[in-house]
């Protein structure tokens, strides 16, 4: 099993304990906020729709400081975010102009959030990794694509610099096919064909499973698009723009919770997730207690 599933079970378990005499009647506020920071990632793997340069051009677009900071002054003001950032997405959060600046302005205005990145790795070096952590960075997630050698790099790097390895985490994703890539593999909400990379899954669509992802977790594109989760890669969901609408109204929004109480009972005949094979379900389940008590599944 993938050592994030029970990172995150953990994670969500001691937020939702934090903010228990803080819960709202209308439901939990997110456990995660996932941002897109740029259009650009420096790889194209062949697990991800990135492998396709003509649907997923690089470019050269990135978050607006501004509005980046609207959000996250939204989620100081609404909720006193106690909750994970994470900076991961459909590109490589490094590529940002200014991630130094966003990392600290971020622990400024809600000091109680966790910063959280994923990154391939190809920008950082030691000097780097160590100003991401004076910056206020909580945890990094390396995910290593290329050989072991490469992985002994990141080691030596965590050691010389004396970080806990559970806040600096390296992952193997240099598995092969056979292995699924070191993954928990999944066709990120129908935009990759797993049978073209030599993935033989046979699955029924749509599946009769839960998802918790749009319970826990809200995603947000560079452009300030909100979505329902960041494996619907062909965006065929999007719920809301944070240049018109606060992240709470978005949240809390009819079409949000038509979508949770489906995934609730089930349900995934939905876009997106009518043609999503992903286990939603490996995490989550504190917050389907919590909204369970609204809706009455």
Not at 190 to 216: D, H
Request: aromatic share 12%; proline share 4%; net charge positive.
């Amino acid at each position: 099993m993938d050592p994030n599933v029970p990172r995150i079970k953990k994670f969500n378990k001691s937020y939702l304990d934090y903010i228990d005499n803080k819960l709202s009647s209308k439901g939990p506020p997110p456990g995660i906020v996932e941002f897109d920071l740029h259009g650009s990632c420096s790889r194209r793997c062949a697990f991800c729709p990135r492998v396709d340069a003509k649907k997923w051009p690089n470019l050269a677009e990135q978050f607006e400081e501004t509005l980046y900071l609207k959000i996250i002054k939204e989620l100081g003001d609404t909720w006193d975010y106690s909750g994970r950032i994470a900076f991961s997405g459909y590109s490589e959060p490094m590529m940002h102009s200014d991630i130094f600046g966003i990392i600290r302005q971020t622990k400024n205005i809600i000091p109680k959030c966790t910063v959280d990145m994923v990154s391939n790795g190809d920008y950082l070096e030691e000097e780097v990794i160590e100003k991401l952590y004076d910056s206020g960075l909580d945890h990094l997630r390396v995910s290593i694509y290329t050989s072991n050698k490469t992985t002994e790099k990141f080691k030596n790097i965590r050691s010389n610099l004396n970080i806990d390895p559970n806040v600096f985490f390296i992952r193997e994703r240099n598995k092969g096919k056979k292995n699924e890539f070191g993954l928990v593999l999944n066709n990120r909400g129908g935009a990759v064909n797993l049978k073209q990379i030599g993935i033989k899954k046979e699955t029924i669509f749509p599946l009769s499973r839960k998802c918790n992802y749009p319970l826990f977790k809200i995603f947000v594109n560079y452009n300030g698009d909100y979505q329902i989760c960041s494996n619907d890669w062909n965006k065929k969901k999007i719920v809301g723009n944070a240049k018109n609408q606060s992240i709470a109204e978005v949240w809390y929004s009819n079409e949000f919770n038509n979508i949770r109480t489906n995934l609730m009972k089930k349900n995934r005949n939905i876009d997106p997730c009518k043609t999503c094979d992903v286990q939603g379900d490996l995490n989550g389940d504190e917050f389907f207690q919590e909204w369970n008590k609204i809706y009455k599944i």
